[in-house]
Each structure stands twice: as C-alpha cells, then as structure tokens.
T-cell receptor
C-alpha cells in the first residue's frame, strides 16, 4: 500500500520569508500524481499544486512550487513571500495513476505565519 | 468558482442513531468521494462512487456505511448505527474526469454522544 509521510507536524515562517514543507511517499508504482492541499481554519481543503510523476519539471503555481525528487520519493512544497493567509494545515497526497481513485494523505503540517 | 457544498456543518447524534451527511458535488463532476478525518489524525479514504455505483471502498467502509446519489445533484453518506468512534470530520469530494484533481467540501463535523 502507498504511504505518505509528513515529518513536520508544525512549521512557522516570518511573513514575506520562504518556507519548505517536507513530504515523502512510498510506492512501487511508476505512474502517479502528487498533490498539496491546504486546509485553512475555514476547513475546506483547497488544492494548492499538483505534480504528475512522469513530468520531470517541478510544478509551479505563483508563490508555490515543489521540489519533486522521484528517485528519493520526495515531494516538498516551497512557499515564497509567505503571507498571513497562507497559515493553514497543509496535506501532501498521493493518487495512483492506475486506479485513479482514492487519495492517500499525510498527517499534515500546521503552518503558522508570523507577522 | 463552483464549490462542493456539505450540510450540515456540524451534526450531533446519539450513539446508535442513524445519520445522513449530505453533499452537493460540482455540477459537471462524475466521480464522488467520502473521506473522514478523526481529530488529530490524517484524512482517510472511505469510498468512491462513479456511474451510480461504488467503485472502491476502504476497510473503514463496512456494512454500517452506505452511499447514495438519490437525484442528479446530491451525494449522501449514511451511517446506520453510529458509534462513538465515528466522531470525525467527514469530507465529500468530487472530480470531473479521471485525471482531474478532487475538489473538497468544507466538511461536516460529526459528534457522537
């Protein structure tokens, strides 16, 4: 079974600074997708960024970018120019490219942004 | 932007009672999901639903649980005889097609007394 590990239960960053959230995963599959979801206090899980495993180029979405290391099975999220609105729980998630259905989530990282 | 909506936001139920959690997926989406998140733990997959039938379910999704799409817009999760350990946040999600990301609702906090 696939597992997703987020080893940082809590992180903090100064406003306008950069922070990196770690995620590692374990799979024997070659075709899969990786995601970062944000869950602010309002509770809705919001898609931040996604990466297809077959793409070598790291995904970027405005201030959010990933460092996808397929061989190391690592998928970290970098948030640049952190804003107060970035404060939330961040979940890393894996989805198989074969079955295409369920997500496997990490335990989450709670990010605090310090003004 | 279209959203997945869930009602109620908080449900309090006596142990042993039946509860129905409701979700309205995004209108043109074809795949539907339920997840749960016990307080302080990770989000766990419960079930996926496509073409009016369950396509995949986890070990958590036992005979106590059922899902239904009673009309063209709603997607419900029924828990027949609730237990204390069913207390959790329940998330509904939907996606348009196979390779698209899932969109999540706000969640329903279920408290079993």
């Amino acid at each position: 079974a696939q597992t997703v590990t987020q080893s940082q239960p809590e992180m903090s960053v100064q406003e306008a600074e950069t922070v990196t959230l770690s995620c590692t995963y374990d799979t024997s599959e070659s075709d899969y997708y990786l995601f970062w979801y944000k869950q602010p206090p309002s509770r809705q899980m919001i898609l931040v960024i996604r990466q297809e495993a077959y793409k070598q180029q790291n995904a970027t979405e405005n201030r959010f970018s990933v460092n996808f290391q397929k061989a190391a099975k690592s998928f970290s999220l970098k948030i640049s120019d952190s804003q107060l609105g970035d404060a939330a729980m961040y979940f890393c998630a894996y989805r198989s490219g074969y079955t295409g259905n369920q997500f496997y989530f990490g335990t989450g990282t709670s990010l605090t942004v310090i003004p | 932007e279209p959203e997945v909506t869930q009602t109620p936001s908080h449900q309090v139920t006596q142990m042993g009672q039946e509860v129905i959690l409701r979700c309205v997926p995004i209108s043109n989406h074809l795949y539907f999901y339920w997840y749960r998140q016990i307080l302080g733990q990770k989000v766990e997959f419960l079930v996926s639903f496509y073409n009016n039938e369950i396509s995949e379910k986890s070990e958590i999704f036992d005979d106590q649980f059922s899902v239904e799409r009673p009309d063209g817009s709603n997607f419900t999760l029924k828990i027949r005889s609730t237990k204390l350990e069913d207390s959790a946040m329940y998330f509904c999600a939907s996606k348009a097609r196979g390779n698209q990301p899932q969109h999540f609702g706000d969640g329903t906090r279920l408290s079993i007394l």
